[in-house]
């Protein structure tokens, strides 16, 4: 098993949606999680860090985390075309592991006109 | 002002041989880290340096990889004996201080080998 989990999709959503990606993970040593979007050929470009339970609002993007069952989500409001990229989920362990992120699969989106 | 930047963007390279791929962090960050990205993956930890020191090699796959950073900036990842399951995308990311703070990537990498 994988420590973190995420489903690659593809998913395709019409302009104006709302879209909700997840991840799930099974250390429970983690302490820090974030989102990165990545768009093809660029590298991946940070969109969400929070380091405890509950929801975080950035715009269009909420980041939420439920440390009890080892979930964490990323909804976008309002989807745009622009939005169309890859969607990764990233957590550290903090401690000794502190430089170390673990990715995601990640989550392949199109939002279409 | 200037991001993290990687040379060569592209590599194409033959079985057996040895290459260099390069990093320039941003500059006054005192962390960085190597990934390597395969084809529909997520990027995957090969090491972190804190100034001119290794910090964590723990994803370096074997011994085949070796990474430097001499002067706390620059870093070099050295792959030699080159195979075809090597090729992916190298990513080079860096941070302020290390800790769990934002990682800011280049974009990359492309390493094929023939």
């Known amino acids: 098993q994988k420590e973190v989990e995420q489903d690659p999709g593809p998913l395709s959503v019409p302009e104006g949606a709302i879209v909700s990606l997840n991840c799930t993970y099974s250390?429970?040593?983690?302490?820090?999680f974030m989102w990165y979007r990545q768009y093809s050929r660029k590298g991946p470009e940070l969109l969400m860090y929070?380091?405890?339970?509950g929801n975080k609002e950035d715009g269009r993007f909420t980041a939420q985390v439920d440390k009890s069952s080892k979930y964490i989500s990323l909804f976008i409001r309002d989807s745009q075309p622009s939005d169309s990229a890859t969607y990764l989920c990233a957590i550290n362990a903090g401690g000794t592991s502190y430089g170390k992120l673990t990715f995601g699969q990640g989550t392949i989106l199109t939002v279409h006109p | 002002g200037a991001g993290v930047s990687q040379t060569p963007s592209n590599k194409v390279t033959e079985k057996g041989k040895y290459v260099e791929l390069r990093c320039d962090p941003i500059?006054?960050?005192?962390?960085l880290y190597w990934y390597r990205q395969s084809l529909g993956q997520g990027p995957e930890f090969l090491i972190y340096f804190q100034g001119t020191g290794a910090a964590d090699d723990s994803g370096l796959p074997n011994d085949r990889f070796f990474a430097v950073r001499p002067e706390g900036s620059v870093s070099t990842l050295k792959i030699q004996r080159t195979e075809r399951g090597d090729s992916a995308v190298y990513l080079c990311?860096?941070?302020?201080?290390?800790?769990?703070?934002?990682?800011?990537f280049g974009p990359g990498t492309r390493l094929t080998v023939l």
């Open positions: 990311a860096s941070s302020q201080q290390g800790m769990a703070d934002t990682q800011y």
């Open positions: 500059s006054g960050h005192t962390a």
């Open positions: 250390n429970s040593a983690f302490q820090y």
């Open positions: 929070t380091y405890s339970s």
